[in-house]
Nanobody, 122 residues
Framework: VQLQASGGGLVQPGGSLGLLCAVSGSIFSIDNMGWYRQAPGKQRELVATITGVDNTNYADSVKGRFTVSRGSAKNKVTLQMNSLKPEDTAVYYC?????????????????WGQGTQLTVSS
């Protein structure tokens, strides 16, 4: 299972940016998808998650500013970030759980993308 994240970059405070993550591989089903972030010197923290039936959960620090969604094919997750603040600066990681096929078996997976850098600075 591979997770490919894209969309990071440099944004001014108050600006907007979107992140995209696509899941590929021998996927049978994808359950939860989401985004986490890690700022320098800090632990990785949850940003937003979304279930297979589109129930969402957000960190308090991003509620009202960030929106997580999944495409109709359910193998992509986006994070729309508005009203960005310098404290949003971090490496953002996408995450997915589900079931994959291995020969004639189904095996659970819990996978991470490679991370994409977001820098909010003037």
């Amino acid at each position: 299972v591979q997770l490919q994240a894209s969309g990071g970059g440099l944004v001014q405070p108050g600006g907007s940016l979107g992140l995209l993550c696509a899941v590929s591989g021998s996927i049978f089903s994808i359950d939860n998808m989401g985004w986490y972030r890690q700022a320098p010197g800090k632990q990785r923290e949850l940003v937003a998650t979304i279930t297979g039936v589109d129930n969402t959960n957000y960190a308090d620090s991003v509620k009202g500013r960030f929106t997580v969604s999944r495409g109709s094919a359910k193998n992509k997750v986006t994070l729309q970030m508005n009203s960005l603040k310098p404290e949003d600066t971090a490496v953002y990681y996408c995450h997915a759980t589900g079931t994959r096929t291995v020969l004639f078996s189904l095996v659970d997976f819990d996978s991470w993308g490679q991370g994409t850098q977001l820098t909010v600075s003037s």
